[in-house]
């Protein structure tokens, strides 16, 4: 059985201006993530990933669909009830500087939520609890009393991750932990968090915009586009054989170091369309408007998620037409 | 004729605790070539390129030799003079930086556009048309009329592209101009970049921590750390072995899809 | 909240002349206050029938001089001087607990309550507070009491909104949502994180606001609504003062200076604090 299983979820938000329509940031998303697994979900900025990483954590309620932790649901429960989960359910957020209290030691931000979590343990023995897992971080004890502006980016990320496991949690939120870190740094963390993950049997979901990092981390991937899921499936998958364009357009975008990659962005500036702007319909794909190979079909209907052939999912009317995945641009 | 020559440039911050943010560094930008400069954050990389212009916090000072087509930028004691009148364009991290909020896109651009090249109203705003489409944004016309935060990230990217090109820079700086953006951006900023200075026939001098972001755009690369130097090679013979254990470190560090197919 | 951060602000604050130098006038005039009357002697309400009416320097034992009815003027100043700072210093709290407590809950909750908090707030606001002085003062005498009452009734006001609208700032941040991850309610979201980190701004009006409740007493009791004879306040020794002006300046001149004294002293205070306190955090 799945540890974490969501069901057509779907949040709303108005949108902001004269005509304020309520538009929806995730829209009937399923996932499901198994005892030990981590889960990767990729998608650009506004898709709706880090408001689906909020809705798992009930910070914003659901429009539709329910999410379930354990079998139980746990989308309808008030801030209270909510409470005893997050024993369980925890966060790494993704600028560290803005997710620590200026005015606290970093050790106290990370003994912080035994405060409200673990209520029998003595003030001491919080702080004990607290080195402890910045040490299990690389982080030694001169670190731990130092404040947030004090420590770089990746020490204090390192932080934001000992304070999400100190409550010793079933589940982490990844919401795109190393994207503010410069790329030296990243692999760094990204090996702590997959060593950390092995270690402690945790199961977690690895929310980025670069398929190249979740890929890295992730044995199964989930691509978002616009609040929708459009393609999911095991890494090798969909990064050798991508069913779905947005997809392949993730991959191609992922920048190479190798002989290549110049003429790669060569041809890419050469064949350059025009940047797009928003404006999805609500219906028809919502990728359509900037798909190289969309149809009149594609506009008018959307395509539902269904089981593709070898067992991975997609969203896409043409999905049947390129059997071995889509090859890169600009062959197309 | 070296665009740009560096040399033994070195920035110092004074206050509380002093700080050597550049050491001694010597370096040349050929025209139309591009060069960058990577480092992690702290290398000194970006007060690297603000020297030159004069960009430099109150507390900071340059001292050493940056001749840009042999006139010395350092030490005029006039801010930003490089980039107004002798041929440099800058773009910044945030667009934030080279965008008016409460000004309208194509006042900013006519602006730049007149100031350089004594255009009239009329001439300014076909200018301007001109350089939204030179990068590639749709709708020029009616972007004209918008407010940068009415665009996405990266749309302002490329209207600060726009701005920077307005008065027809022969060498561009870009200070992490990616960094803020997601891979799919990215990517089409980068493309941009590629054939705008080929089109515009400018030198491309790029500062970045993701090697990633300058492999398939640089004809060489520099390493620099903790405000030095350390090896500048030609692109192709970087990314295949890097002299410097650090410079490996870094390439090291970017992450890819090998081996994952 | 840890010491390494208000560590900071004090170095700062050491090194703003001005704000030490409100800082010593105070002290030195808070100490006077305190300890002088009793070293000078004269009692508040003890009559000089020898010397009524005298300036200063001229009547032995009277270092001011004496008002109309011969009590010593600098015992009476200084007496007055305790009254005031006592009661802004209590009527500033007052301010301060109520304030800080409402306008950092609205601030937090958003919605229809912060909404009912604030039309609450605005609709105080448009009382007239002298009105309502005179009312209090009908219902608990002429005295100390009532301007307390008065005066902390309104100081909250202004205190909650500057609260608020910080209040409303702070909660966006990211370190907030970490918070309620962690499992914190409420109260503590409130209390740990929310407060002190808007502290700074606080400290800083309050520090100007005790001027400010001074020459609001200091206006009742002129009026004759606050403190009465013979207890001093600053207030009614100006006002006395006034009265004799022609014939005996110094009766007003004496407490006089020593308001304008103390709030100068309270202002550079204040401004000292705004600026080491404020920019520099987070």
């Known amino acids: 059985m799945s540890l974490l299983e969501l069901r057509g979820v779907t949040v709303r938000y108005r949108q902001p201006g004269a005509k304020a329509r309520m538009l929806a940031a995730v829209d009937s998303v399923q996932?499901?993530?198994?005892?030990?697994?981590?889960?990767?979900?990729?998608?650009?900025?506004?898709?709706?990933?880090?408001?689906?990483?909020?809705?798992?954590?009930?910070?914003?309620?659901?429009?539709?669909?329910?999410?379930?932790?354990?079998?139980?649901?746990?989308?309808?429960?008030?801030?209270?009830?909510?409470?005893?989960?997050?024993?369980?359910?925890?966060?790494?957020?993704?600028?560290?500087?803005?997710?620590?209290?200026?005015?606290?030691?970093?050790?106290?931000?990370?003994?912080e939520p035994l405060r409200a979590l673990e209520r029998g343990l003595a003030a001491a023995a919080r702080e004990r609890r607290a080195i402890e897992r910045l040490e299990e971080v690389g982080l030694g004890r001169e670190l731990a009393e130092r404040y947030p502006h004090q420590l770089s980016g990746g020490q204090l990320q390192r932080a934001g991750i000992a304070r999400a496991l100190v409550v010793d949690p079933a589940f982490v939120?990844?919401?795109?932990?190393?994207?503010?870190?410069?790329?030296?740094?990243?692999g760094q963390i990204v090996e702590l968090l997959e060593r950390i993950r092995a270690g402690r049997g945790l199961a977690s979901l690895f929310i980025s915009h670069n398929l190249a990092v979740v890929a890295r981390l992730c044995a199964r991937v989930t691509v978002m586009y616009r609040g929708r899921i459009v393609e999911a499936g095991p890494r090798g998958q969909i990064v050798g054989q991508p069913l779905h364009p947005y997809t392949r357009e993730l991959l191609d975008a992922v920048p190479g170091i190798d002989a290549g990659a110049r003429a790669r962005l060569l041809a890419r500036a050469a064949n350059a369309r025009p940047a797009r702007d928003t404006g999805a319909g609500a219906d028809g794909c919502a990728y359509a408007a900037r798909c190289p190979h969309a149809l009149a079909r594609c506009r008018a209907e959307r395509p539902p998620l269904r089981p593709g052939p070898d067992g991975r999912q997609v969203?896409?009317?043409?999905?049947?037409?390129?059997?071995?995945g889509l090859p890169p641009a600009p062959a197309v | 004729m070296t665009l740009l020559a560096i040399r033994g440039l070195t920035v110092d911050f004074s206050g509380a605790r002093p700080v050597r943010a550049v050491d001694g560094v010597d370096l040349d930008v050929a025209p139309r070539e591009c060069l960058a400069i990577v480092g992690e954050s702290g290398s000194g990389k970006s007060q690297l390129l603000l020297a030159c212009v004069g960009l430099l916090a109150a507390n900071g000072r340059a001292?050493?030799?940056a001749r840009f087509e042999g006139v010395e930028l350092l030490g005029t004691g006039d801010r930003a003079a490089a980039v107004r009148g002798r041929g440099i364009g800058f773009v910044f991290q945030d667009a934030s930086g080279s965008l008016t909020p409460h000004r309208r896109i194509g006042d900013q651009l006519a602006e730049v556009a007149q100031a350089a090249h004594g255009l009239d109203r009329l001439a300014a705003r076909a200018e301007a048309v001109r350089l939204l489409e030179a990068v590639r944004l749709p709708e020029a016309a009616r972007r004209l009329r918008q407010y940068p935060h009415e665009l996405s990230g990266g749309m302002r990217q490329r209207v600060a592209l726009a701005l920077a090109l307005a008065a027809r820079p022969r060498l561009l700086f870009a200070d992490e101009p990616t960094t803020a953006l997601d891979v799919t951006v990215q990517a089409e900023i980068l493309a941009l970049l590629a054939s705008l200075c080929r089109e515009f026939g400018m030198a491309l001098l790029l500062v970045t921590h993701d090697l990633g972001v300058?492999?398939?755009?640089?004809?060489?690369?520099?390493?620099?750390?903790?405000?030095?130097?350390?090896?500048?090679?030609?692109?192709?013979?970087?990314l295949a072995g890097p002299r410097d254990p650090y410079g490996a470190s870094l390439l090291a560090a970017v992450p890819t899809l090998a081996g994952l197919r | 909240m840890s010491?390494?951060?208000?560590?900071?602000?004090?170095?700062?604050?050491?090194?703003?002349?001005?704000?030490?130098?409100?800082?010593?006038?105070?002290?030195?005039?808070?100490?006077?206050?305190?300890?002088?009357?009793?070293?000078?002697?004269?009692?508040?309400?003890?009559?000089d029938w020898a010397h009524m009416a005298a300036a200063p320097f001229t009547a032995p034992?009277?270092?001011?001089?004496?008002?109309?009815?011969g009590r010593d003027l600098l015992v009476r100043t200084l007496y007055g001087l305790r009254v005031s700072l006592a009661i802004a210093l209590a009527a500033t709290l007052v301010a301060l607990v109520i304030g800080v407590g409402w306008g950092a809950l609205a601030g937090y909750l958003r919605g229809r309550a912060d909404a009912l908090m604030m039309r609450f707030v605005d609709v105080l606001y448009a009382l007239p507070q002298v009105f309502f002085v005179i009312i209090l003062t009908v219902v608990f005498g002429r005295g100390p009491v009532a301007i307390l009452v008065a005066i902390g009734a309104f100081g909250w006001l202004t205190m909650a909104r500057i609260v608020r609208g910080q209040a409303l700032a702070l909660r966006e941040r990211e370190f907030i949502e970490a918070a309620v991850v962690g499992g914190a309610g409420t109260t503590a979201v409130v209390l740990r994180h929310i407060v002190p980190n808007l502290l700074g701004p606080v400290i800083v009006y309050a520090t100007l606001t005790v001027p400010q409740v001074i020459l609001v007493e200091s206006f009742l009791s002129f009026l004759g609504i606050g403190i009465q004879e013979p207890l001093a306040s600053l207030g009614n020794l100006i006002a006395d003062g006034a009265a004799e002006m022609e014939t005996a300046p110094w009766i007003l001149a004496v407490p006089a200076g020593v308001l304008v004294l103390v709030v100068f002293a309270f202002n550079f205070l204040g401004d000292a604090l705004r600026d080491a306190l404020d920019p520099r955090d987070a």
Do not use: N, Y
């Open chain 3, 3 to 47: 010491g390494g951060l208000w560590r900071d602000a004090l170095r700062r604050l050491t090194g703003d002349r001005a704000g030490i130098a409100g800082l010593a006038i105070l002290g030195l005039l808070a100490l006077t206050a305190l300890a002088g009357p009793m070293l000078i002697g004269w009692r508040q309400d003890e009559i």
């Open chain 1, 315 to 324: 969203a896409c009317h043409r999905a049947e037409e390129w059997p071995g």
């Open chain 2, 214 to 238: 300058v492999a398939s755009l640089a004809d060489r690369i520099a390493v620099m750390r903790g405000g030095r130097l350390l090896e500048t090679t030609a692109s192709p013979a970087f």
């Open chain 1, 31 to 111: 996932l499901a993530v198994g005892e030990r697994e981590m889960l990767g979900l990729v998608g650009e900025s506004g898709c709706g990933k880090t408001t689906l990483g909020r809705a798992i954590l009930g910070l914003v309620p659901l429009a539709a669909g329910e999410v379930r932790w354990r079998g139980q649901r746990i989308d309808d429960l008030g801030r209270r009830a909510f409470r005893p989960l997050r024993r369980e359910l925890q966060c790494v957020f993704q600028d560290p500087h803005a997710c620590f209290d200026p005015r606290m030691t970093v050790a106290e931000s990370v003994a």
């Open chain 2, 63 to 65: 001292d050493g030799s």
């Open chain 3, 61 to 69: 034992g009277h270092w001011l001089g004496t008002d109309r009815l």
């Open chain 1, 173 to 186: 939120v990844c919401d795109e932990p190393v994207s503010a870190l410069d790329v030296s740094v990243q």
